[in-house]
Antibody
Framework: EVKLLESGGGLVQPGGSLRLSCAAS????????MSWIRQSPGKAPEWLSF??????????EYNPSVKGRFTISRDDTQNVLYLQMNTLRTEDTAIYYC????????????WGQGVMVTVSS | DIQMTQSPHSLSASLGETVSIECLAS??????LAWYQQKPGKSPQLLIS???SLQNGVPSRFSGSGSGTQFSLKISNMQPEDEGIYYC?????????FGGGTKLELK
């Protein structure tokens, strides 16, 4: 059974940083592209970033809304996906999900349960 | 970015009724269109990819159609467990974008 479990969320002041983790199990993590997606209360999901697999050089892409502030990475030895978030803004407040891609496609066939990030003074 | 516009914003259906949700892309996306269902407090679940390909385990009362810029999700024989918010998402071009959602309730 595929499982994705996010952690690392919480309350942070504007301008602060957080690192989210996503522990993956139930599939060969190293083979798949992975993404971070967020959802503000009552809003549609917003894709943030994805990272390719080793075969595709772990290259990354970012939504312009977070490019330069957020960094995605992965540890295939530990089956963990990360999102380093810097210079956080109040508008970054949302539930953050990690999601597995359907092969190398831009469809997300498994999502974690999500972790809440609140940016507030 | 490609804009995805869903309609209606919300609808209610009776048990056994057939409902349709529309999704319009701001430019052609071939058939790179997915549909997700989200229930309260849960993460979205992928129902359909490539506009019409049903994911394993998704009931056959769900079906998708369309290509280019116009797509639709049809739910036949509405069941209580079909309540939720439905999102379309284009996987054609960076960044992948979602529609605003359609809230489906049981009448």
């Amino acid at each position: 059974e595929v499982k994705l479990l996010e952690s690392g969320g919480g309350l942070v002041q504007p301008g602060g940083s957080l690192r989210l983790s996503c522990a993956a199990s139930g599939f060969t993590f190293a083979d798949f592209y992975m993404s971070w997606i967020r959802q503000s209360p009552g809003k549609a999901p917003e894709w943030l970033s994805f990272i390719r697999n080793k075969a595709n050089s772990y290259t990354t892409e970012y939504n312009p809304s977070v490019k330069g502030r957020f960094t995605i990475s992965r540890d295939d030895t530990q089956n963990v996906l990360y999102l380093q978030m810097n210079t956080l803004r109040t508008e970054d407040t949302a539930i953050y999900y990690c999601a597995k891609h359907e092969w190398q496609l831009f469809y997300f066939d498994y999502w974690g349960q999500g972790v809440m990030v609140t940016v507030s003074s | 970015d490609i804009q995805m516009t869903q309609s209606p914003h919300s609808l209610s259906a009776s048990l056994g009724e057939t409902v349709s949700i529309e999704c319009l892309a701001s430019e052609g996306i071939s058939n790179y269109l997915a549909w997700y269902q989200q229930k309260p407090g849960k993460s979205p679940q992928l129902l359909i990819s490539f506009a019409s390909s049903l994911q394993n385990g998704v009931p056959s009362r769900f079906s998708g159609s369309g290509s280019g810029t116009q797509f639709s999700l049809k739910i036949s024989n509405m069941q209580p467990e079909d309540e939720g918010i439905y999102y379309c998402q284009q996987g054609y071009k960076y960044p992948p974008t979602f529609g605003g959602g359609t809230k489906l309730e049981l009448k």
